[in-house]
Antibody, heavy 115, light 107 residues
Framework: EVQLVESGGGLVQPGGSLRLSCSAS????????MHWVRQAPGKGPECVSA????????YYGDSVKGRFITSRDNSQKMLYLQMNSLRPEDTAVYYC????????WGQGTLVTVSS | EVVLTQSPATLSLSPGEVATLSCRAS??????LAWYQQKPGQPPRLLIS???NRATGIPASFSGSGSGTDFTLTISSLEPEDFAVYYC?????????FGQGTKLEIK
């Protein structure tokens, strides 16, 4: 059974940093690109970042470019999202997603940016 | 980035009726279009990939059509569990973008 479990969310002040983690199991993690997708309260989802199988190729949405960094550890089947210079508009549930057709999503971790 | 516009924003129907949801892209995405269902407190659930291919385990009552800029999700006979929010997503260009959603509510 495919499982994606996010962790690391919480309350952080504007300008602060947070590191999200996603633990993957039930599939060949190293064979798939992975995405982070966020969803602000009452809004549609938004693709935040993408990372290729080898961890070298990365893409970011314009709203997070220069502030967020995605990485992966294939040996540990882990995906990461380092979020810096956080803003109130970054408040959302953050999901890790298997990029192969977006069939598999985690349950998400809530990030709240507020003073 | 590609903007997806979904209509209507809210659709009020009764169980057993047919639901037709629309998604229009600001530029051609060929058939790189997916549909999702989302219920409160849950992640989006993939229904349709590549405009018309049902995902694993999705009932035949769900069907997708379209290409280029205009797409449709049809639910042929609404069940009580089908009332939810539906999103379209394009995967032709990065960043992949989603529509703003159609809320399907019980009339």
């Amino acid at each position: 059974e495919v499982q994606l479990v996010e962790s690391g969310g919480g309350l952080v002040q504007p300008g602060g940093s947070l590191r999200l983690s996603c633990s993957a199991s039930g599939f060949s993690f190293s064979s798939y690109s992975m995405h982070w997708v966020r969803q602000a309260p009452g809004k549609g989802p938004e693709c935040v970042s993408a990372i290729g199988t080898n961890g070298v190729t990365t893409y970011y949405g314009d709203s997070v470019k220069g502030r967020f960094i995605t990485s992966r550890d294939n040996s540990q089947k882990m995906l990461y999202l380092q979020m810096n210079s956080l803003r109130p508009e970054d408040t959302a549930v953050y999901y890790c997603v298997n990029a192969d057709a977006y069939q598999y999503w985690g349950q998400g971790t809530l990030v709240t940016v507020s003073s | 980035e590609v903007v997806l516009t979904q209509s209507p924003a809210t659709l009020s129907l009764s169980p057993g009726e047919v639901a037709t949801l629309s998604c229009r892209a600001s530029q051609s995405v060929v058939t790189y279009l997916a549909w999702y269902q989302q219920k409160p407190g849950q992640p989006p659930r993939l229904l349709i990939s590549d405009a018309s291919n049902r995902a694993t385990g999705i009932p035949a009552s769900f069907s997708g059509s379209g290409s280029g800029t205009d797409f449709t999700l049809t639910i042929s006979s609404l069940e009580p569990e089908d009332f939810a929010v539906y999103y379209c997503q394009q995967r032709r260009y990065w960043p992949y973008t989603f529509g703003q959603g159609t809320k399907l509510e019980i009339k």
